[in-house]
């Protein structure tokens, strides 16, 4: 099936697409983004990530038609035909002569694809994954999704050549989240992430994963967790809506509770797994 590119109310063979170099998003990352995951041919918490969208444009003040937006989507997603998939939907002030100030009547630059995704894969659940701590030298506004990730970024890099999965920031000594996710520890028995606040990105996996949590009695503690306590964290975990639920078995080298997947993280991911199959393949439930 050939690529196809959402831009602007049209859709395009991914060779035609064409942004204009004077975009603000690529002059100035002035715009925002959302990342839905599709499982079995239908986005899952559709709405939630629709309404982030809205926050987020609200924030950065860029007028968008939310719901035009919404139906375009699900019109791509059906259109591009990809099973197991992700939907990024990246928005931006248009284009405008560089000037840092707002266009005088700025028209927002819309683009979306819809690219093949895979689930984490069956050695990553079994064996976990590694991740260090890094300062969180970030703005002060992460909870708007802003494509401006050029801290994000260089993190993630630092991750990488240590051989880990995620850099996990700590700002002034608390756990904030990840370079590209939420992040979780079990501490004596309560399950602990950060508050959301404008240092945390309102993940919606974090959401989705609260109310699970919360239904299943699980203790929860929304609160920022010192990072002097992750050394002696049971569990520690990371989300996010294209690594779902992951277990970190190693923090900055050393083994994290027992070195392995704990039990609070495979609750948790059991748990997001039956909701997906709820919300997008609904006829499995029924069957059985
Ligand atoms: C900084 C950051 N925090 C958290 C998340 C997780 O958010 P979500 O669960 O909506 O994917 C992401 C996802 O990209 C992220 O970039």
């Known amino acids: 099936m050939e690529q196809l590119v959402y831009l602007n109310g049209e859709i395009v063979p991914y060779s035609e697409a064409r942004i204009p170099v004077e975009d603000r998003g690529f002059l100035f990352g002035d715009g925002i983004y959302e990342v839905v995951r599709i499982y079995h041919g239908r986005p899952f918490a559709f709405d939630r990530h629709f309404e982030r969208l809205r926050r987020s444009a609200a ?12 139906a375009d989507a699900l019109d791509l997603i059906v259109r591009q035909g990809i099973e197991e998939a992700t939907l990024y939907l990246q928005a931006t002030r248009g284009v405008a ?33 590694r991740c260090i701590t890094l300062p969180d030298d970030r703005w002060a506004r992460c909870s708007i999704k802003s494509i401006n990730l050029l801290p994000n970024v260089l993190a993630k890099q630092q991750a990488v050549e240590a051989g ?36 945390i990105l309102g993940g919606i ?84």
């Open 59 to 70: 924030e950065i003040r860029l007028d968008l038609d939310i719901e035009r937006l919404r």
């Open 97 to 129: 002569i560089r000037n840092h100030a707002f266009p005088s009547e700025p028209v927002a630059s819309v683009m979306m694809l819809v690219r093949s995704a895979s689930a984490p894969s069956a050695a990553v659940l079994q064996n976990g994954v």
């Open 164 to 199: 880990c999965y995620e850099a996990i920031y700590l700002r002034d000594g608390y756990m904030t989240e990840g370079s590209s996710s939420n992040s979780w520890a079990v501490l004596d028995g309560e399950l602990w992430t950060a508050p959301k606040s404008n240092y």
């Open 205 to 288: 996996t974090r959401d989705v994963l609260l109310e699970l949590a919360r239904q299943d009695g699980l203790p929860i503690r929304e609160e920022p967790v010192p990072g002097w306590r992750l050394a002696a964290a049971d569990e520690i975990l990371i989300s996010s809506t294209t690594s779902e639920v992951l277990p970190v078995v190693e923090l900055d080298g050393r083994p994290v509770g027992a070195g392995r997947p704990g039990p609070v993280w495979e609750r948790l991911y059991h748990l997001l797994q039956r909701a997906i199959t709820v919300e997008c393949r609904p006829e499995l439930i029924e069957a059985r």
